[in-house]
C-alpha cells in the first residue's frame, strides 16, 4: 500500500498491525462488520493481530481471518508489541490502537492510528499516534481510501 503525502512524500506500508480488545474488540468479541474490510484490505497488505488475548476468545474470533495472530505474554505488553513492530520493520508499518500499552508501536511505527471505540483511548495512544479516529470503522476507511490520510498529515 503506497501513500503519497504533499510535503511528506511516499510512504509504502507493508504490514498493518492491530490492538485486539478495544481497538478492533470489545469484551473480548471482534466488532461486527469488520471481517469482510480486514479480508479486503489483505489484499493489499499484510494483517498482523497483537493481544494479551485476557478473555481467551482471540483465536475464536478470527478464526479465518487472512491474519497473523500474535499472542503476547502479560507483563510489558507495550514493550512486546513496540518490539514486534520492529522486528517487522517499522518503516513499513501501520499500527491501530487504543491503549497505554499500544502507545510505543503507536510511536514507532511509519503510521500511527489510535481509534477511541467503545473502551475510548488512553492519552499516552493518542499522543504517540499520528492521527485519532472516531472507530475502527473510520480508521480503516483512512485505509481503504489513503487520500484521506494524505489530506490529514499534509503539512
Keep these: 500500500m503506497q501513500i503519497t503525502i504533499p510535503s511528506i512524500g511516499s510512504i509504502e506500508l507493508k504490514h498493518l498491525v492491530f490492538d485486539y480488545n478495544g481497538t478492533i474488540a470489545r469484551d473480548g468479541l471482534l466488532l461486527s462488520n469488520l471481517d469482510k474490510t480486514i479480508t479486503d484490505l489483505a489484499g493489499r497488505i ?5 493481544t494479551a488475548d485476557s478473555g ?10 487472512p491474519c497473523t495472530l500474535h499472542i503476547i505474554a502479560s507483563g510489558n505488553e507495550a514493550e512486546q508489541k513496540e ?19 499500544d502507545r510505543l508501536m503507536l510511536k514507532v511505527a511509519r503510521l500511527g492510528i489510535a481509534v477511541l471505540e467503545g473502551e475510548g483511548s488512553a492519552v499516552s495512544a493518542i499522543l504517540q499516534a499520528d492521527i485519532v479516529a472516531r472507530s475502527i470503522y473510520d480508521a480503516l476507511g483512512l485505509l481503504m481510501v489513503p487520500q484521506r490520510i494524505a489530506a490529514t498529515l499534509r503539512s
Design 46 to 50: 499484510t494483517i498482523h493481530i497483537l
Design 56 to 65: 481467551g476468545t482471540v483465536a475464536q474470533e478470527v478464526d479465518g481471518l
Design 83 to 101: 518490539a514486534y513492530v520492529q522486528a517487522l520493520g517499522a518503516d513499513s508499518v501501520v499500527c491501530i490502537g487504543n491503549g497505554a500499552n
